[in-house]
């Protein structure tokens, strides 16, 4: 498909692409987004997307937009001024390359269940790392309390680098309830209890719940699991980041299930 230049903020193509940069509603009642940068965009590629939009910057190299070109033949091809590009683009230095693209439904993961339930995080590249950790360890879902950001923003899906295209994610939930319902063990990682995850089997069906990254797990959601855990910390420090503790959490599954 041939290149077409968009050179105005007025331009009707511009505006919706600006709804999905800037915009968690839009990006929902679309169920659309953008994916800023090639490595992001071959991710969804490998994942059986197909861009609706492939977007470059005046000043990005040629062959990088020839390269992508060739494996989204069907998505409308745009140049923009450098200008523009950078109102779109998440980043104060922009690739050069984005697409305009669907989310995805990944397909049920096979395997005993592994679920990394996040509760309230706020951070776009937290959730980001979170979900990208999760599906390195071979969590099966992850599920995001009525809080949470929103996973597919542009932010967020350069932190994941393709995690949200692979690992099934359902979001908007009521925690408790979701706890409630879940046939397996649940544990809140907490700071300041006596019971260290480490002492835990973690090979059957398991959710792990990650709380905000100020508040920690509420008490309703500590309530709703089977128990409430800590991460032993021999160091000077109160606590670890949100995305490191599951990083530690989801690792020790993983090696508990390997061995």
Same mark, same amino acid.
């Given at each position: 498909?041939?290149?077409?230049?968009?050179?105005?903020?007025?331009?009707? /193509?511009?505006?919706?692409?600006?709804?999905?940069?800037?915009?968690?509603?839009?990006?929902?009642?679309?169920?659309?987004?953008?994916?800023?940068?090639?490595?992001?965009?071959?991710?969804?590629?490998?994942?059986?997307?197909?861009?609706?939009?492939?977007?470059?910057?005046?000043?990005?190299?040629?062959?990088?937009?020839?390269?992508?070109?060739?494996?989204?033949?069907?998505?409308?091809?745009?140049?923009?001024?450098?200008?523009?590009?950078?109102?779109?683009?998440?980043?104060?230095?922009?690739?050069?390359?984005?697409?305009?693209?669907?989310?995805?439904?990944?397909?049920?993961?096979?395997?005993?269940?592994?679920?990394?339930?996040?509760?309230?995080?706020?951070?776009?590249?937290?959730?980001?790392?979170?979900?990208?950790?999760?599906?390195?360890?071979?969590?099966?879902?992850?599920?995001?309390?009525?809080?949470?950001?929103?996973?597919?923003?542009?932010?967020?899906?350069?932190?994941?680098?393709?995690?949200?295209?692979?690992?099934?994610?359902?979001?908007?939930?009521?925690? @408790?309830?979701?706890?409630?319902?879940?046939?397996?063990?649940?544990?809140?990682?907490? /700071?300041?209890?006596?019971?260290?995850?480490?002492?835990?089997?973690?090979?059957?069906?398991?959710?792990?719940?990650?709380?905000?990254?100020?508040?920690?797990?509420?008490?309703?959601?500590?309530?709703?699991?089977?128990?409430?855990?800590?991460? @032993?910390?021999?160091?000077?420090?109160?606590?670890?980041?949100?995305?490191?503790?599951?990083?530690?959490?989801?690792?020790?599954?993983?090696?508990?299930?390997?061995?």
């Amino acid at each position: 498909m041939p290149e077409t230049a968009l050179a105005s903020r007025d331009n009707p /193509l511009f505006k919706r692409l600006k709804k999905l940069a800037d915009s968690a509603r839009a990006r929902r009642e679309a169920r659309m987004t953008l994916l800023d940068g090639e490595h992001l965009i071959e991710a969804y590629l490998d994942a059986g997307g197909q861009p609706h939009t492939l977007a470059r910057a005046m000043s990005a190299p040629a062959d990088l937009a020839a390269r992508l070109r060739a494996r989204c033949p069907h998505a409308r091809q745009v140049v923009l001024p450098d200008a523009l590009f950078a109102e779109l683009s998440p980043v104060a230095t922009p690739s050069g390359v984005l697409a305009e693209a669907a989310w995805l439904t990944p397909a049920a993961l096979p395997g005993t269940p592994l679920v990394v339930v996040l509760e309230d995080i706020q951070d776009p590249g937290n959730m980001g790392a979170m979900l990208r950790t999760a599906s390195a360890a071979g969590a099966t879902q992850a599920v995001l309390s009525k809080g949470c950001h929103d996973a597919w923003s542009p932010k967020a899906l350069r932190g994941g680098q393709g995690a949200q295209f692979v690992l099934p994610l359902t979001w908007g939930v009521d925690l @408790p309830a979701w706890l409630a319902s879940f046939e397996g063990e649940s544990l809140a990682l907490a /700071l300041g209890e006596n019971r260290s995850l480490y002492d835990k089997l973690l090979r059957g069906p398991l959710a792990l719940i990650v709380g905000n990254e100020g508040a920690g797990v509420s008490q309703a959601a500590r309530h709703a699991a089977r128990a409430t855990v800590s991460i @032993p910390m021999s160091g000077r420090v109160e606590s670890l980041n949100a995305a490191a503790a599951l990083a530690v959490a989801v690792f020790e599954v993983a090696r508990q299930r390997a061995s």
